[in-house]
Structures are given as C-alpha cells and as structure tokens.
T-cell receptor, first 116, second 112 residues
Framework: ELKVEQNPLFLSMQEGKNYTIYCNYS?????LYWYRQDPGKSLESLFV?????AVKQEGRLMASLDTKARLSTLHITAAVHDLSATYFC????????????????FGQGTTLQVKP | KAGVTQTPRYLIKTRGQQVTLSCSPI?????VSWYQQTPGQGLQFLFE???????NKGNFPGRFSGRQFSNSRSEMNVSTLELGDSALYLC???????????FGSGTQLSVL
C-alpha cells in the first residue's frame, strides 16, 4: 500500500525565516503534487513535479522531486504571514503516461503558522 | 471560466439516511474524482470517473457510490449514513491528460 508521509506536521515560524517541508512516499511514482489549503477552503494547486530532479518555484515557495529517494521538498524562503496554511503533498500511483488517473494519495498535511 | 461547483455546500443528516452530493466539473473536463477529508484520516480517495465510466475506486464500503452523466457532471451517494461519514467531501476535475486536478469548495456533511 502506498504511503505518503510529511514532516513536520506542524510548523510555527517567524516571518523572514526559511524552512523546508519534507514529503516521503513508499512506491515509485514520477508524478508528485503540492497543494495549499486555507481553513474552511478547498485545495489550491501549487506545483506539479513530473520527473526526477524537477524543480519549480513560485514566489517564496520552491518544490523539488527526487524520485530515486522518493522524496519531495517544499522550501519556504523568507516566510510571510500570508503563507500560513496547510500544505499537502500527493502522489499519483497509477500514472501510466496517458494522463493522470485522478487517484491521488495525500500526505497528512503540514500546518504552517507564520508569526509576525 | 467557471471552476468546479459542488452543491450543496452544507448538509446535516441523521444516521440511517442517505445523501446525494453533486459536482459540476470545469467545462471540457471529462474526469471527475471524489475525496473525503476528515481530521482523523486526512484526504482519502473515493472514486474517479472518466466519460461516465468508473476507472478507479478507493477503499470505502459499498455504501459509497457514484456516477457520471454524459455532460460530465457527477453525483456521489452515501446510503445508510453513519456518524463516521461526517466529513468534507471534495470533488476534483481534470481534462484527463492535464497534469493537475482542480478542486471544488466541497460539501460539508454532518451526520447526527
């Protein structure tokens, strides 16, 4: 059974600091997603990582994928309060090259709290 | 263009009842998938439909069922509700060949 584990599960940090969220998964997959969820809201897509070594950046967030280590990281640079949210990584275990299967296995989520 | 629309936004039911949730995908999207989100179990995959066919199913009891119509709209049904079915139910759509899922705002179901 595919497992996706994130750590830490809760992160409280000061504005301006850097930190990294880790996402480990237990089976081979070349497709990994990062989502953000604000309280009471739905999931917002942040990044899609499609191959080993993929790196994507958007603002203060940068995501990378190491398929050999089955590890993805989400790095936060100079955090600001607006980044406070829960971040999920998710893996598509059934990607066959003809499109995603719609079946994602999610990590537990990392709740990020950025203090002014 | 309009996003994924889920109705109703909130539902309160009692044990033993059944419930139907609706999801309208983004125009042109043919894949619709459903997820259950609870504080204890997190986000769990329920099932996925593509062109009216169920392609994938998660590990949920048979009380959970779904269908997709020819216009790609999807419904999810839960029969004989249990207290543990209280959750946020999220629907997501994609083109099928697209690389990401677009999620709706969800239906918050409370079973009393």
């Amino acid at each position: 059974e595919l497992k996706v584990e994130q750590n830490p599960l809760f992160l409280s940090m000061q504005e301006g600091k850097n930190y990294t969220i880790y996402c480990n998964y237990s089976t081979t997959s070349d497709r990994l997603y990062w989502y953000r969820q604000d309280p009471g809201k739905s999931l917002e897509s942040l990044f899609v990582l499609l191959s080993n070594g993929a790196v994507k950046q958007e603002g203060r967030l940068m995501a990378s994928l190491d398929t050999k280590a089955r590890l993805s990281t989400l790095h936060i640079t100079a955090a600001v309060h607006d980044l406070s949210a829960t971040y999920f990584c998710a893996v598509d275990p059934g990607y066959s090259g003809s499109g995603n299967t719609g079946k994602l296995i999610f990590g537990q989520g990392t709740t990020l709290q950025v203090k002014p | 263009k309009a996003g994924v629309t889920q109705t109703p936004r909130y539902l309160i039911k009692t044990r033993g009842q059944q419930v139907t949730l609706s999801c309208s995908p983004i125009s042109g999207h043919r894949s619709v998938s459903w997820y259950q989100q609870t504080p204890g179990q997190g986000l769990q995959f329920l099932f996925e439909y593509f062109s009216e066919t169920q392609r994938n199913k998660g590990n949920f009891p048979g009380r959970f069922s779904g269908r997709q119509f020819s216009n790609s709209r999807s419904e999810m049904n839960v029969s004989t509700l249990e207290l543990g079915d209280s959750a946020l139910y999220l629907c997501a759509s994609s083109l099928g060949a697209e690389e990401k899922l677009f999620f709706g705002s969800g239906t918050q179901l409370s079973v009393l």
